[in-house]
């Protein structure tokens, strides 16, 4: 997401770091840089226009002061960071629940949103939370509308009511009002409204989510908008902000939206918060949307929080105080180990996701897209072809082996060879952290979980990396052995 923003912002602070002393014409030139990136980027001309006053003002108010210090375009940098927080929302926000469940959300927006797929994504981000949820199809207008929605409530082990067949029958604002009556009997603490759509914005469309708002009371009505439709999506929301009215919004197809402008000016037009992003077709593809963090990743310095937390939901309690006692006690960290992290890995969904949240993504941006998903299954395969003891002290990896593990798991000798080579780089990095000289190369995720550096799970190191060469010698391994001669 924001490919092409960031690679813009990322050019503009380079050219303004080789400059070392700034002058008021170098505040001026890098503002002019950051309005055209915006623009091309689809954000609103006066939304540009206004964030790039502001940055400019705030910079030649300081100039002086940032001079003085030792890294002024560092200093232009945060001031850029901090505003772009503030467009983007400043705090974020969270749903306000009712004093008197259920809590009633209803979602508004066009055809083609995403809003079905959406009520699914955010039923079960509140299950998660410990919620009751219940989903209420009152799109009767949409062909298959109720059908869909059943479809993902099954998915997701959330009810949904759903008295009318829908395709034309049926009259939603009655269906929307018996659906919070079944809630109040059935002690669900909340519930979602899946409301009808067009394909633009006209009367009936209006007409008909005043009567469901109306009807139900609402405590939150979210406006989803596909983020890939630019300053249309500005333009549907203050039609719909004036229409019916909204407390929030909820950007849909985020993953998609190289330029972001729908994201950086959605706010500044209508004043209400983004308060969740889907990132993604699978239902876990769902996230709260933190301003201060997008911004991070806008700027190119990545998104550590939501990946650590992401880590911390695929990992059980158990194994990670298990891992982080030996990482303590100074023991090695094992294949057995390792087994563990992969599986967590594949739990946290596309790591092609994951490692794009990196700090300096942005550079391996070709190693990322390149990244090939099935590596972590064939990983694991290698691994789980190992006995207990081969994964616990890999030193017994002889050729005999390596053959045998190989065999076992489909791969060939020298991928194994890979696995093991990578892993004792691995295990060194982690002796490296323990003692205090900090991570060589690309930051991995050990930082956080415990993980090793994602080279281990197959990622190929970042072509900046030096290893210190070694003294050669005949290796023990026949497919090693028989390479080197060659």
């Given at each position: 997401?924001?490919?092409?923003?960031?690679?813009?912002?990322?050019?503009?602070?380079?050219?303004?770091?080789?400059?070392?002393?700034?002058?008021?014409?170098?505040?001026?030139?890098?503002a002019?840089?950051?309005?055209?990136?915006?623009?091309?980027?689809?954000?609103?001309?006066?939304?540009?226009e206004q964030?790039?006053?502001?940055?400019?003002?705030?910079?030649?108010?300081?100039?002086?002061?940032?001079?003085?210090?030792?890294?002024?375009?560092?200093?232009?940098?945060?001031?850029?960071?901090?505003?772009?927080?503030a467009?983007?929302?400043?705090?974020?926000?969270?749903?306000?629940?009712?004093?008197?469940?259920?809590?009633?959300?209803?979602?508004?927006?066009?055809?083609?949103?995403?809003?079905?797929?959406?009520?699914?994504?955010?039923?079960?981000?509140?299950?998660?939370?410990?919620n009751?949820?219940?989903?209420?199809?009152?799109?009767?207008?949409?062909?298959?509308?109720?059908?869909?929605?059943?479809?993902?409530?099954?998915?997701?082990?959330?009810?949904v009511?759903?008295?009318e067949?829908?395709?034309?029958?049926?009259?939603?604002?009655?269906?929307a009002?018996?659906?919070?009556?079944?809630?109040?009997?059935?002690?669900?603490n909340?519930?979602?409204?899946?409301?009808?759509?067009?394909?633009?914005?006209?009367?009936?469309?209006?007409?008909?989510?005043?009567?469901i708002?109306?009807?139900?009371?609402?405590?939150?009505?979210?406006?989803?908008?596909?983020?890939?439709?630019?300053?249309?999506?500005?333009?549907?929301a203050?039609?719909?902000?004036?229409g019916?009215?909204?407390?929030?919004?909820?950007?849909?197809?985020?993953?998609?939206?190289?330029?972001?402008?729908?994201?950086?000016?959605?706010?500044?037009?209508?004043?209400?918060?983004?308060?969740?992003?889907?990132?993604?077709?699978?239902?876990?593809?769902?996230?709260?949307?933190?301003?201060?963090?997008?911004?991070?990743?806008?700027l190119?310095?990545?998104?550590?929080?939501?990946?650590?937390?992401?880590?911390?939901?695929?990992?059980?309690?158990?194994?990670?105080?298990?891992?982080?006692?030996?990482?303590?006690?100074?023991?090695?960290f094992t294949?057995?180990?390792?087994?563990?992290?992969?599986?967590?890995?594949?739990?946290?969904?596309?790591?092609?996701?994951?490692?794009?949240?990196?700090?300096?993504?942005?550079?391996?941006?070709?190693?990322?897209?390149?990244?090939?998903?099935?590596?972590?299954?064939?990983?694991?395969?290698?691994?789980?072809?190992?006995?207990?003891?081969?994964?616990?002290?890999?030193?017994?990896?002889?050729?005999?082996?390596?053959?045998?593990?190989?065999?076992?798991?489909?791969r060939?000798?020298s991928e194994v060879?890979?696995?093991?080579d990578r892993?004792?780089?691995?295990?060194?990095?982690?002796?490296?952290?323990?003692?205090?000289?900090?991570?060589?190369?690309?930051p991995?995720?050990?930082?956080?979980?415990?993980?090793?550096?994602?080279?281990?799970?197959?990622?190929?190191?970042?072509?900046?990396?030096?290893?210190?060469?070694?003294?050669?010698?005949?290796?023990?391994?026949?497919?090693?052995?028989?390479?080197?001669?060659?």
């Amino acid at each position: 997401m924001f490919d092409n923003l960031t690679a813009k912002f990322s050019s503009a602070f380079s050219s303004l770091r080789a400059k070392g002393r700034l002058k008021s014409g170098d505040i001026d030139e890098i503002a002019n840089e950051i309005k055209a990136a915006l623009i091309e980027s689809d954000v609103a001309l006066d939304v540009a226009e206004q964030f790039t006053a502001r940055i400019t003002e705030r910079s030649l108010e300081k100039l002086e002061e940032l001079n003085r210090g030792t890294n002024p375009s560092q200093a232009i940098f945060a001031i850029v960071n901090e505003e772009l927080t503030a467009i983007l929302g400043g705090n974020s926000r969270r749903i306000q629940m009712a004093k008197k469940p259920p809590t009633v959300i209803m979602l508004t927006g066009l055809q083609g949103a995403g809003k079905t797929s959406l009520a699914g994504k955010l039923a079960l981000h509140l299950k998660k939370e410990g919620n009751t949820p219940l989903l209420i199809a009152s799109d009767l207008q949409r062909p298959n509308a109720v059908t869909q929605l059943q479809t993902v409530g099954e998915s997701i082990k959330v009810p949904v009511f759903a008295p009318e067949p829908g395709n034309g029958v049926g009259d939603p604002v009655a269906v929307a009002k018996a659906g919070v009556k079944f809630a109040e009997d059935n002690y669900h603490n909340i519930v979602i409204v899946d409301t009808a759509g067009r394909l633009g914005v006209d009367q009936e469309l209006m007409r008909e989510a005043i009567r469901i708002r109306d009807a139900v009371s609402p405590d939150e009505i979210f406006f989803v908008v596909d983020a890939m439709v630019g300053q249309d999506a500005v333009r549907t929301a203050q039609a719909f902000q004036e229409g019916v009215g909204f407390d929030g919004v909820v950007l849909t197809k985020l993953d998609g939206d190289a330029r972001g402008g729908a994201a950086l000016s959605i706010l500044a037009k209508t004043g209400k918060p983004i308060l969740f992003a889907s990132t993604g077709e699978k239902v876990e593809d769902f996230d709260i949307f933190y301003p201060d963090r997008m911004a991070s990743r806008i700027l190119g310095m990545g998104d550590i929080q939501t990946l650590a937390e992401q880590a911390k939901r695929a990992m059980d309690g158990e194994t990670t105080s298990r891992l982080e006692e030996k990482f303590a006690k100074g023991e090695d960290f094992t294949l057995t180990d390792f087994l563990a992290q992969l599986q967590a890995m594949k739990n946290m969904g596309s790591m092609t996701k994951m490692l794009a949240m990196l700090p300096g993504a942005g550079a391996i941006k070709k190693q990322i897209e390149n990244f090939d998903e099935n590596e972590l299954v064939r990983t694991q395969a290698i691994v789980e072809s190992m006995t207990p003891l081969e994964r616990n002290d890999p030193k017994v990896l002889n050729g005999s082996r390596r053959a045998r593990i190989a065999k076992g798991s489909g791969r060939q000798v020298s991928e194994v060879n890979n696995l093991v080579d990578r892993f004792s780089a691995a295990q060194k990095m982690m002796k490296q952290m323990r003692s205090g000289k900090g991570m060589p190369g690309m930051p991995g995720m050990s930082g956080m979980t415990g993980m090793p550096s994602m080279a281990g799970a197959g990622l190929p190191a970042p072509s900046h990396s030096k290893v210190a060469p070694k003294k050669k010698s005949k290796s023990g391994n026949p497919a090693k052995r028989a390479a080197e001669e060659a």
